[in-house]
Structures are given as structure tokens and as C-alpha cells.
């Protein structure tokens, strides 16, 4: 039974930068094609980066060149560097593997002056 536990968020001020961190557990990280989602109060969840278990990346056009999804698979955890930051990425951010539908409770990241 692999688990994954967000962390890294917090209140950064516009054009600021946070690196998210997911630990996994139960499991190899690397087996799994892994994504970043978000979701901001009042919106649907969406995706905003994915890493495949061969290291191919994707991102939504909102983030594309600011965020930075990858893993280290001796350390066994997935992070999300984020750049540049506006307040409309404020939200709660999860990670998870695509095969998998059961979700942790987030890392919090709030982008206000």
C-alpha cells in the first residue's frame, strides 16, 4: 500500500519561489507515472504537471516555465519547484499516482502581498 505526504507550502509574496516535496512510502516512486494537481476554493482539481515513470514531462500552459516537476529516487519523493508565482496559484496542492484515485490532504501555498 504506497502513501504520499505533501509538504514544502506556505505564504510567499508574488514573483517568489517554493519547491514542494512528496515522500512516498509503501512503494517505489519511480515505478509510477506521477502528477502535481491544485485546487483553489470554488474550482474543480486539475492537474498541473506529470512526470511518466520514463521521465517524460508535461505541464499545463498556465505554469509552463515557471514550474519544475522531477524526482529523486534515492530519497524516493517527487518535487514541484515553483518560480515566478502569482496569486492565482494559490492553492492546496497534491500529488499522486495517476493509477491510483485516493488522495492526502495537501500542501497548502498561498501567493499574496
Known amino acids: 500500500q504506497v502513501q504520499f505526504v505533501e509538504s514544502g507550502g506556505g505564504l510567499v509574496q508574488p514573483g517568489g519561489s517554493l519547491r514542494l516535496s512528496c515522500a512516498a512510502s509503501?512503494?517505489?516512486?519511480?515505478?509510477?507515472?506521477m502528477g502535481w494537481y491544485r485546487q483553489a476554493p470554488g474550482k474543480q482539481r486539475e492537474l498541473v504537471a506529470s512526470i511518466s515513470s520514463g521521465g517524460t514531462r508535461n505541464y499545463v500552459d498556465s505554469v509552463k516555465g515557471r514550474f519544475t516537476i522531477s524526482r529523486d529516487n534515492a530519497k524516493n519523493t517527487l518535487y514541484l519547484q515553483m518560480n515566478s508565482l502569482k496569486p492565482e496559484d494559490t492553492a492546496n496542492y497534491y500529488c499522486k499516482a495517476m493509477k491510483f484515485d485516493y488522495w492526502g490532504q495537501g500542501t497548502q501555498v498561498t501567493v499574496s502581498s
Open positions: 509503501g512503494s517505489k516512486l519511480r515505478i509510477y507515472d
